[in-house]
C-alpha cells in the first residue's frame, strides 16, 4: 500500500513499472496511480473533496460564519482496478490472480470503477 503524498504522486508512472517489473500488487489512495499502469486504488475522489472544499469556501466567502457551518467529510470511497495490469497479473501468476479475476476481467477495457 502506497500512500498518498505528492512524491509518491508525482512518481506514478514509475511506480507502476518497478510494480509491474518486480511483481509486486500495489494499491493505493486515489485513482491516478491505476490510470499510470497500477494495479487498483480504494478511497476518496480528490476532484469530489476539492469541489465541496470550493462550496463551502463560496458559502464563507458569502458572509456565513465558518464556526456556524458543519464540518464536512467525504462519505463515498471508489474501487478503480487497472484491467489490464490485472489480466498481465494474472498471467504472471501474481498474487492477484485469485482476487482480480473472474467477471472484473471481462467487464470493460481500462479502468475500471467499481
Known sequence: MIGGDALFLSRRVQLAILAARYGVPAIYNTPEFPAAGDLMS?????????RHAGVYTAKVLKGARPADLPVQQETKAELVINLKTARDNARWG??????VTGSW???????SRL
Not at 105 to 111: A, F, I, K, P, T
Open 42 to 50: 480504494y478511497g476518496y475522489n480528490l476532484t469530489d473533496a476539492y
Open 94 to 99: 501474481g498474487a492477484q490472480r485469485s482476487s
Open 105 to 111: 476481467l471481462g467487464r470493460s477495457r481500462g479502468c
